[in-house]
């Protein structure tokens, strides 16, 4: 079992920045990789970004440049540092853990950016 709770969201002006924090506690050997997502209101969960555990990472296109995901293995924290925000950033931001034999998540955290 894997537990997440993520931290740092919060409402911002756009053109802000925003770091989010995904704390992974249980089994963390197990994690191959985390990742962000996001859900808007009346939209669908969408893929942020993804990290492995050897490092390689990758975003959606409508982040690519403003958002990085990176992870710290020491403290078993993952962090998702947002800049140049927009409106429609705006959303509850999950973070999730990958093992072999499937997906955890965490309660999610929200963001607003105001115009």
């Known amino acids: 079992q894997v537990q997440l709770v993520e931290s740092g969201g919060g409402l911002v002006q756009a053109g802000g920045s925003l770091r989010l924090s995904c704390a992974a506690s249980?089994?963390?050997?197990?994690?191959?990789?985390m990742a962000w997502y996001r859900q808007a209101p009346g939209k669908q969960r969408e893929f942020v970004a993804a990290?492995?555990?050897?490092?390689?990472?990758n975003y959606a296109d409508s982040v690519k440049g403003r958002f990085t995901i990176s992870r710290n293995s020491a403290k078993n924290t993952a962090y998702l540092q947002m800049n140049s925000l927009k409106p429609e950033d705006t959303a509850v931001y999950y973070c999730?853990?990958?093992?072999?034999?499937?997906?955890?998540w965490g309660q999610g955290t929200p963001v607003t950016v105001s115009s």
């Open positions: 999730s853990a990958q093992t072999l034999s499937r997906a955890y």
């Open positions: 249980g089994s963390i050997s197990s994690i191959t990789a």
């Open positions: 990290i492995t555990s050897g490092g390689t990472s």
